[in-house]
Nanobody
């Protein structure tokens, strides 16, 4: 089975940086859509970074553009998200999600929670102001 395991969450002061990792196992495809979502209390889950693992194409919403960077280590099959200039509003539970067998055109097609079939358990990020 496909398994996603996040790590790297914790607490940081506003303006600081944090990197989260998502270790992926069990997928038979090398062209997957992988995304980081976050969910703050009483808010909907939103995608903050998307990557196609073949070709490393990426997409970011305006809210994090220029601050967050998603990347994929092909050898270890780990997806990272580097988060810089963190703000209190970035405080949330962060989840890694995967949809198998994606193409480049799918990167902008699959942006919502319902588009992804596999999820990690989440890791908490808390930014203090």
């Amino acid at each position: 089975p496909v398994r996603l395991v996040e790590s790297g969450g914790g607490s940081v002061q506003a303006g600081g940086s944090m990197r989260l990792s998502c270790a992926i196992s069990g997928t038979t495809y090398n062209n997957n859509c992988v995304a980081w979502f976050r969910q703050a209390p009483a808010k909907e889950r939103e995608g903050v970074a998307h990557i196609l693992t073949r070709g490393a194409y990426t997409y970011y919403p305006d809210s994090v553009q220029g601050r967050f960077t998603i990347s994929h280590d092909n050898d270890k099959n780990i997806v990272f998200i580097q988060m810089n200039s963190l703000e209190a509003e970035d405080t949330a539970m962060y989840y890694c999600a995967l949809r198998q067998n994606c193409d480049r055109v799918d990167l902008l097609r699959y942006l919502y929670q319902s588009d992804f079939h596999y999820w990690g358990q989440g890791t908490q990020v808390t930014v203090s102001s």
